[in-house]
């Protein structure tokens, strides 16, 4: 059995990948295709061989090809060649790659594993349109390695899309409009988890400025900076605080707050990381780099009422 080893040092703006690969027969052609696959590391539980299976009664895709006990755990397994569309060649010594994000355990069949590599986020290209249309979209990024493309999986809408319960929804009903106007500068490198966090901070009276990614967060911070000084105030009275997502191309949410918490006109700012991978497995990464503050993407619903608090503690409440 193989498990991973989290060392990686926090804000640094490195990742590093579990890249592993599927063998698909082509239609029409004797020769085996190879695609290679890649997922952060940080979402990595254990790689094992193939488990047994104990088929489902009901499953929500023919992807789900049922469970397996692991250390006294159910845990259901996806072939994520046939979520992709791919027609795997059946392999007895296929891998299962076991993951933690948004608090929930999964396992994922792939051919075969090659090994671990350490990049920079800014070499993670996005996927371009014809590359998602031909992945179901679950491509989140593409980085060259030893001469081959590998794409970047993005489990996250995988899981979403096969169990709602864990995709990103927030109580509508939850009441936590501020009488204060504040302002958020909130990065994430998902359209449409920024929008939604953009609608949720701005029903709570939040005013919202936006950031794909946590180079575009920290060029803003400096732009509102120079705005500061030239009117001169103090960067807290422009903007009240930074939510980011950690996982991002160019500059992660990890940097991102390192980079604030030692520049002295931001230091004061508080930092609210948004982000699948936060789990008590690797929590201290984010308290490493100066976060002040981490909420898992199930408990979107927490959002606003933790900026408010940290927000008042920083302004040594009300």
Known sequence: ?????????????????VEFFIHEQIPGQ???????YGINVAKVLKIIKKPKITELPEVPHPAVLGAFNLRSSIIPLVDLSLWLGKNRILDENANVIVTEFNKVVNGFLVSGVTRIHRLSWEDVEPPSNYVAQFS???????????????????LEKIVAELNPNTALNFDKNLDVRLDDNYTALVADDSDTILEMLANLLEQAN??????????????????LKKQ???????????????????????????????????????????????????????????ESVGADDQISKPEVSELAIRAKTLIEKTRGGK
């Open 30 to 36: 004797e020769e085996v295709y190879t695609g290679y």
């Open 206 to 223: 939040f005013k919202v400025i936006k950031a794909s990614n946590g180079l575009q967060a920290w060029e803003k911070l400096q732009e």
């Open 136 to 154: 179901s979209n679950s491509i989140t990024g593409v980085v060259k390695l030893e001469n081959r493309i590998t794409f970047l999986i993005d």
């Open 228 to 286: 500061a000084q030239a009117q001169n105030k103090r960067i807290n009275d422009l903007v009240q605080i930074v939510v980011s997502d950690i996982e991002m191309p160019a500059m992660d949410g990890l940097t991102l707050t390192k980079k604030i918490k030692q520049d002295p006109e931001l230091a004061t700012l508080p930092v609210l990381l948004f982000s699948s991978l936060i789990t008590e497995r690797i929590k201290h990464k984010g």
């Open 1 to 17: 059995m193989y498990q991973t080893n989290i060392l990686l040092e926090s804000g640094t703006n490195e990742l590093e990948i």
